[in-house]
């Protein structure tokens, strides 16, 4: 039987993928694993009853779901919770999903170690993001719930950083645009720069959450493209964040394509719009065919048109589909996406 190189194989998967993106079709999955976390975050509510008592998805469930998945083509998917590291399976969970998909992950970096962080790259994961939400670290341990958790992860990023396997690789410091961090996001882009890793941000949702997350008197989006033509480590799209004072002051932005371009899996396998409409499942993939799930889902977003929220998950996508600057977007990708060379260890 002939061996496909691996170079190839990841070539054909990425040419498949930009094909569904041109075609404006599924490329992005939110996938739970579980809801067990570590951190009792103020901006989040998966650690509390009923989620933290959900069982969670098997790396054998996870495989049926990538085989799924891949019907309708390579999916970029985004591997959460909960905190992912604490699944016992979590490094065959990225080798199934790495076999037709991309696999990216967010985490709180509280788990990473040397020898983890390998692994996760060996298995097949593309890029990492760690959370880190203030520079000053009482405040960030205090929005985590936990002492120590900037420090961990700080630690976690260079890890992840210098154990990477390949150059196409990325290491992310992500933050969650709140009420009390805007001033804090330049230092954090420095910081970033001086680790030699990237920085993203993303929109507080208040679905999941009680943290206040209001700057209606601050344009806030003039703000962030400052630092955008600054910073060249700050890689968020944008046309993106040319929306965030719009989506603050409106509570949301219109025309979600949520169940179109992107979907949400919980630990149960339970498809739903997202993760904001978790409440209002389709139906399991680990027991239909995706093709009515979607077809259920895109009926459900047409007679319930969403405009709730302006997250980095529909964000980011619907700006390069269907944003008013493709090219400008699609450069900005690329800045998200492009290689950097490998550390050298000692």
């Known amino acids: 039987m002939m061996v496909v190189p691996e170079a190839l194989r990841e070539g054909a998967k990425k040419a498949r993928y930009v094909t569904s993106f041109m075609r404006q079709r599924l490329v992005h999955v939110n996938l739970q694993l579980l809801y067990t976390c570590n951190f009792r975050c103020q901006i989040c509510d998966y650690w509390k009853a009923p989620f933290r008592d959900a069982p969670r998805l098997s790396a054998e469930q996870v495989g049926a779901i990538s085989r799924k998945l891949a019907e309708v083509g390579p999916q970029v998917v985004s591997i959460g919770g909960g905190e992912p590291l604490l699944h016992p399976e979590i490094v065959e969970?990225?080798?199934?999903?790495?076999?037709?998909?991309?696999?990216?992950?967010?985490?709180?970096?509280?788990?990473?170690?040397?020898?983890?962080?390998?692994a996760l790259w060996r298995a097949g994961m593309y890029e990492i993001s760690v959370s880190v939400d203030y520079l000053d670290p009482e405040k960030h341990d205090a929005q985590r719930g936990v002492k120590g958790a900037h420090e961990r992860a700080l630690r976690a990023l260079r890890l992840l950083h210098e154990n990477r396997t390949r150059s196409d690789q990325r290491v992310h410091m992500i933050s969650?645009?709140?009420?009390?961090?805007?001033?804090?996001?330049?230092?954090?882009?420095?910081?970033?720069?001086?680790?030699?890793?990237?920085?993203?941000?993303?929109?507080?949702?208040?679905?999941?959450?009680?943290?206040?997350?209001?700057?209606?008197?601050?344009?806030?989006?003039?703000?962030?493209?400052?630092?955008?033509?600054?910073?060249?480590?700050?890689?968020?799209?944008?046309?993106?964040?040319?929306?965030?004072?719009?989506?603050?002051?409106?509570?949301?932005?219109a025309g979600c394509t949520c169940g179109t371009n992107l979907v949400n899996i919980d630990s149960q396998g339970q498809v739903s719009l997202c993760i904001d409409r978790m409440d209002e499942p389709v139906g399991s993939i680990l027991e239909e065919p995706l093709a009515p799930l979607l077809a259920r889902l895109q009926e459900k977003q047409r007679r319930s048109p969403c405009a709730a929220c302006w997250t980095s998950c529909r964000g980011a996508i619907e700006t390069i589909m269907h944003g008013p600057h493709t090219l400008d977007a699609l450069r900005d990708y690329w800045q998200l996406t492009k290689r950097i060379p490998l550390t050298a260890r000692g």
């Open 176 to 253: 969650v645009i709140m009420d009390d961090n805007l001033d804090e996001i330049e230092a954090l882009i420095q910081l970033s720069r001086g680790m030699g890793i990237t920085y993203l941000l993303t929109l507080y949702s208040d679905g999941r959450g009680t943290k206040h997350n209001r700057h209606a008197e601050r344009d806030v989006s003039a703000h962030l493209l400052r630092l955008k033509s600054r910073y060249p480590e700050f890689v968020a799209l944008r046309d993106y964040m040319a929306r965030f004072t719009q989506a603050i002051r409106e509570g949301g932005i």
């Open 93 to 118: 969970v990225v080798e199934r999903l790495a076999e037709h998909h991309f696999p990216v992950m967010i985490c709180n970096g509280w788990f990473i170690t040397p020898e983890r962080a390998r």
